[in-house]
């Protein structure tokens, strides 16, 4: 069916129950008329005939499939025949009531221009015929008696014109409302069977409203439709999905309907399967839960999957760093022995000079396994709250001479902070720092140190005028071993991310070849 045929049918409705009413009514006249008069059977059999061939006729308007203009003006045209037709055998002036019931049909099914049309039209013949059969007319018959029916029939034609208009532009929007609901319902419906995850959506009474065939697969359940569990309750549910080896009180999305808590990628471990899942409660209009939403997977296979490459990873890394610290230790090593081989051969004594070189060799060797060590700890260190400022002014006495040794210019702005450190991770932080500084100026620079508090976090900014990282290298800065320094070792930043990380804060860095670097760490305000 389409849409108009939908949204006119209730009228199509009062058009088949008025014609009926109007038969009825013509019968029972053209009865009772027999009643009184003689008349012979072929004309009683014709007109009989005629009553059948509107009950016919009125039932067919009832049929969707004709609505054509004509074929309601063919129906009026036999309705206003038969009200004729009756005045002229029966005389009965009563019957020009009965002209209301076409014009009740015409003002449903035609505009107003019609219906006046045709109200007026009525009203004229109306007073023709009262003229040309004046002798039937009742004695106190006059020409306003007929004025005053037209007036009537005009009226009551526009108020069921304009009453039908109304009903039918309700009918046709609940109609589209309706059918718009019945699309997103449909859409709906379709979009949660379709969704790759599990959802299930249960209302105050812990009952299913919907869920998908993919919670079905989920659980087991085979040879059953979503629809078979709707107004189930969750727990018949539950009870397949767990095995019944759970405590159904502890379900997340009970939680979620009863006290309102939402729950994001909230994982939970049922019957050696890790669930992650997302629980969430529906609020109406007023802001009460009406209803709870869970949309949950199996991530099991996944986590298996990321364990393994996490545990490669490790061994990958372990791997790099062994090289890179065997690697890094044979070069003073092979110094070392050469030395001693060459004083074995000799017999000479050591000088001075060379036991030095030996000595900052081993030295260079204890610093590789000492930043080797700090990246492995996971010691938590204790934090107490520490004017920064003072913590930073200790270490800017060895930083100036080691500047100055340099030929670069230390320029610091440190207001004083109290935050919660550890103080001697936070030198060591600033050492690792201002010392890449001044080895990045090999030609002398400035060197910029700033401490100061911005809306609730403490940001700490070393900046120095050297040469710059490269965006290659910028991109891998942290990664073990890493480092475009001659003799480093390239654990030092990797030192101080982790006792960054230690402390909750972020650290950033900034550069560009040939203009110099930034390194901005930013402290959370924290001070107990």
Known sequence: MNNIYKGETSLNNYIFIVQILFSLIV?????????IQIYNICHAFIVSLFFVLLLVTSYSSFNPERKSFFYYFFILFLDFFCIIFLFLNTGY???????????????????????????VSVGIINLIMDVLFIEKMPLDYTIETDLMFIT???????????????????SKNLFEIKEHLKKQSSLLEKLINEFPLCI?????????????QVALDFAGIQGRSPKEFIGLYCKDYTDILFNNNYNYQDLLILDALHNGKSYFKERTIRNNMIIEGIYQPIYDAEDNITYAMGIF??????????EKLRNLDRMNLVGQMGASIAHEIKNPLTTIKGFLQLAEKTGEKLSEAKLRLLISEIDRCNAIISDFLSISKKTDAKQVVCNLKEVLEQQIILIEKEAMLANVQLHAEIDDIFLKVN????????????????????????????????????????EDEGKGIPEAILRKIGTPFLTTKKHGTGLGISVCQQIVEKHGAEMKFTSKVGSGTKVTVIFPKKIL
Not at 100 to 115: M, W, Y
Not at 200 to 212: A, F, G, L, S
């Open 27 to 35: 019968m029972v006249i053209f009865f009772k008329y027999l009643g």
């Open 93 to 119: 002036f009563e019957l020009r009531l009965l002209y209301l019931i076409p014009l009740i049909i015409s003002a449903i099914k035609f505009n107003f221009k019609i219906n006046i049309a045709l109200s």
């Open 152 to 170: 009537m029939y005009v009226l009551i034609s526009l108020l069921v014109g304009y009453f039908v208009k109304i009903e039918r532009d309700i």
């Open 200 to 212: 299930v959506v249960i209302d105050k009474d812990e009952r299913i409203v919907h869920i998908n």
């Open 297 to 306: 997977y199996d991530i099991t296979s996944e986590e298996v999957f990321n």
């Open 423 to 462: 103080a001697n991770e936070i030198k060591q932080l600033f050492l690792n720092l201002t010392h890449n500084a001044i080895e990045a100026m090999p030609n002398g620079g400035n060197l910029y140190v700033r401490l100061k508090e911005l809306e609730n976090k403490v940001i700490l900014e070393v």
